[in-house]
DNA sequence: ATAAACCTTTACGTGGCGTAAAGGTCAAGT
DNA sequence: ACTTGACCTTTACGCCACGTAAAGGTTTAT
């Protein structure tokens, strides 16, 4: 099947600007020209661009997308990794910007005046996170060694599926992680519903429950950081309060 | 205390050139202008300087947070507590956009064993091996061989299920197509139930889903007849159907 | 034959600044 | 008193990822 520009725009939801654009950067070149100058795109741009746009919906750059789906030595995963550390920061800024404004309400409900250097803590990590962008740059040139198969577009579409299916009862659980947290209560009818889930969660890849055993991957929770920092990074303190709801759960507490 | 543009930069951290250009938009108009025609920033000007910044952060434009910050009759508190209320919005935005560059990650670094019709047994060996890998010795240790194995083997079990979970939905959606295509009439209640059961097929693989790009795929199945004998080889004309209901039920016809 | 709906290139506009360039001001050290 | 260097000023062009318009050529349907 071939396609002009507006059948493209239409099937992928993007404006025929951009397309003529994606060409003019070289980022996606239409398969050919016909005779009266009119861009013919093919099947092979068809998921190149679904590609391209995957990669824009998570915020990269066009120049960057560009050295992502044409260079073959390109590390993806090292951008991606890169991508997720920045996103990380974006949202460690976010918190400390919530905190920030929760202070600011208590300051003008209560009357407390706020420091000036105090009031731009949360807009300074932003500074210090462009900076760091800078940098990595130059630490990113040097990853790309690994050939990465580049004809696996459609298998990563397939496999997202099932990571998705996969991670739907962990994504329960944090819900229920963060509802139950924010009682406090270790003990309260939130957490033992928190603990109950990750039993069941737990269940599904281990053949044989015990409280012992639950009860030992609770304090492995606390003890070991990998996992600390695995619940603390979606809820914060969470490490902590399941491991302590657990140990309500299963009587040791 | 009074500030020059660098003092009030450094305290903000924003730059000078930020400052002087809100100063030209009228966003921010220093305290007043010294004999060297210097700017030079006040009290008022820090504390909605914190404003216009607040409302940066959460994307708003800066004509919009001229609007804001200059109205009389807003209550600051109401809108820090919507702020607040935003924020918590964007960070889960945030973990939303995380988890799927995860998932990304993931499937890309299982390329390399995933061939042609293997590709899915290949993707359940690689989260096995990445599960041993990461807490296998700890796990192994404390709980011993046996049970393991048995673990493993049942995480095999569980992406069986949810493939066979998928095909079921996908099977779901033939037979609601079978029915509404009787009807005939692309705008009925069968045709836009038939159109929903599409879109949370397509979420399971689609990571973030826009009437636009469903609408785009409907336009694929018809203009690509590989979809269109997929749909017409179930259902007779079932690909056109399948297209005129998506086209409905996003507003396209 | 004509109109509508495509297609093309060229070119300027947008937001929110970064980054010179060219020059004026100020405080400190010599 | 003079120089240095860190500040300050305005003007102006550059950047991304396109939107929008102008001026024209092509295709398709009636």
Known sequence: MEYTVKKLA?????????????DQIGLLK?????????????EKEVDLLQQI?????????????????????????AALKNHHKALEEKRSRLDKLMTTVEKTIASLEGGAAMQDNEKFDGFKEKLIHDNEQKYGKEIRDKYGDDTIDASNKKLRNML??????????EEELFELLDKANATGDPA?????????????????????????????????????????????????G????????????????
Chains 1, 2 share one sequence.
């Open 188 to 236: 309260g009818k939130e957490a033992q519903e928190l603990a109950e889930k990750h039993k069941q969660w737990l269940m599904y890849s281990w053949p044989t429950y015990s409280k012992e055993a639950h009860a030992g991957l609770a304090e492995m929770y606390v003890a070991d950081e990998r996992f600390t920092t695995y619940y603390d990074k979606r809820v914060k």
């Open 160 to 169: 997202q599926e099932d990571f998705q299916a996969m991670t739907k009862l």
């Open 30 to 42: 239409p398969a050919r020209i016909n005779t009266s100058g009119y861009r013919i795109y093919g």
């Open 10 to 22: 239409q099937l992928s939801g993007v404006s025929g600007r951009t397309l003529r654009y994606y």
């Open 53 to 77: 746009l995957f990669y824009r919906e998570l915020g990269f750059g066009l120049e960057e997308i560009s050295r992502i789906v044409h260079d073959p030595s390109f590390d993806q995963v």
């Open 238 to 253: 969470g490490a902590k309060f399941l491991h302590d709801a657990i140990l309500h759960y299963t009587g040791r507490m």
